[in-house]
């Protein structure tokens, strides 16, 4: 069952504009992460957000997370031809077991 | 460190053939997960274990059995191969469970083509 849906499904930008992503979720969580995944790779973990939190950054990634709309932001600022990738929100369902969630992404493209 | 890795890469399987994917980690991770991705789907829970010598049910377990026999390896077999199992495989760890706030470290994957 799909827990997190990414919003939009493919986003194509010009370097150095910011991309936004969106995730939304159906039940209470623990916690959400945002992982990316270069083409034919492996998912690198971006970020993790505690149901408690509100925002964080890492570097040029803001994430928001809105319990009461059940949806998360990804924000990628200053965006490089190499943050070029398919970005993934993963919840982690309160309360329940350790069976991290995906949705089904949203691919990015950064022009040069 | 090498991290997560996963063998084989690469594998083409004829229906009703058998196999094991395997994953070692050398981060001592407690805990072990395989998942599967489907073009234009997330990643899908297969098994995972919370400890050597432990396995759990995820999403899609069917056609898939699991061991986890040392702590730094996790197997992921499959019984008897159907073109439904078509899929590229990866294979995970965390410290600790994910309730615990902690990332899961992704291996490269195994992409497994069964005709």
């Known amino acids: 069952s799909q827990q997190g849906e990414e919003d939009p499904q493919a986003l194509s930008i010009q370097e150095g504009e910011n991309a936004t992503m969106n995730c939304s979720y159906k039940?209470?969580?623990?916690?959400l992460q945002w992982y990316r995944q270069n083409s034919g790779r492996g998912l690198v973990h971006l970020i993790l957000i505690r149901s408690n939190e509100r925002e964080k950054h890492s570097g040029r990634l803001r994430v928001t997370l809105d319990t009461s709309k059940k949806s998360s932001s990804l924000l990628i600022t200053a965006s490089r031809a190499a943050d070029t990738a398919s970005y993934f929100c993963?919840?982690?369902?309160?309360?329940?077991?350790?069976?991290?969630?995906f949705g089904k992404g949203t691919k990015l493209t950064v022009n040069p | 460190n090498a991290g997560v890795t996963q063998t084989p890469k690469f594998r083409v399987l004829k229906t009703g053939q058998s196999m094991t994917l395997l994953c070692a980690q050398d981060?001592?991770?407690?805990?072990m997960y395989w998942y599967r991705q489907d073009p234009g789907m997330g990643l899908r829970l297969i098994h995972y274990?919370?400890?050597?010598?432990?396995?759990a049910k995820g999403e899609v377990p069917d056609g898939y059995n699991v061991s986890r026999l040392k702590k730094q390896n996790f197997l992921l077999g499959l019984e008897s191969a159907a073109p439904s199992q078509t899929s590229v495989y990866f294979c995970?760890?965390?410290?600790?469970?994910?309730?615990?706030?902690?990332?899961?470290?992704f291996g490269p994957g195994t992409r497994l083509t069964v005709t």
């Open positions: 995970a760890s965390s410290l600790t469970g994910t309730s615990g706030n902690y990332e899961q470290y």
């Open positions: 274990s919370v400890g050597e010598g432990t396995t």
């Open positions: 993963a919840t982690l369902t309160q309360g329940g077991s350790e069976k991290l969630v």
């Open positions: 039940t209470s969580i623990n916690n």
């Open positions: 981060m001592n991770h407690e805990y």
